[in-house]
């Protein structure tokens, strides 16, 4: 299995970035998909999921800002960040796992396949 995230890069705040992430060697349209994130001297942090329903979660500091979407078609899954700040910047990492309890969307145990991260950094 192969998860690869692109898209990082620098940006203003309050600008926008997609990030994508492309799993292959895995029934893609199963699984479930998260973003995590990870600053300097901070734990790794879950923003958001999206299960192979299509249901999503998202962490609070991200709701209505971000938005996850995923096509199967392609193996690929995205993250749109609008209104981006300053304390959006991190190492931005894709997640996979067949099935992840929803009580543990957020929970870096809970994955078994990781990206290598792409970083995001938001200038004031």
């Known amino acids: 299995v192969q998860v690869m995230e692109s898209g990082g890069g620098l940006v203003q705040a309050g600008g926008s970035l997609r990030l994508s992430c492309t799993a292959s060697?895995?029934?893609?349209?199963?699984?479930?998909l998260s973003w995590f994130r990870q600053s300097p001297g901070k734990e790794r942090e879950g923003v958001t999921l999206?299960?192979?329903?299509?249901?999503?979660n998202y962490a609070d500091s991200v709701k209505g800002r971000f938005t996850i979407s995923r096509d199967n078609a392609l193996n690929t899954v995205y993250l749109q960040m609008d209104s981006l700040t300053p304390e959006d910047t991190a190492m931005y990492y894709c997640?996979?796992?067949?099935?992840?309890?929803?009580?543990?969307?957020?929970?870096?145990?809970?994955?078994?396949?990781w990206g290598q991260g792409t970083q995001v950094t938001v200038s004031s």
């Open positions: 997640a996979a796992d067949a099935w992840v309890a929803p009580s543990r969307w957020a929970d870096v145990s809970a994955y078994m396949y």
């Open positions: 060697g895995l029934i893609f349209e199963n699984y479930h």
């Open positions: 999206i299960d192979g329903d299509g249901y999503t």
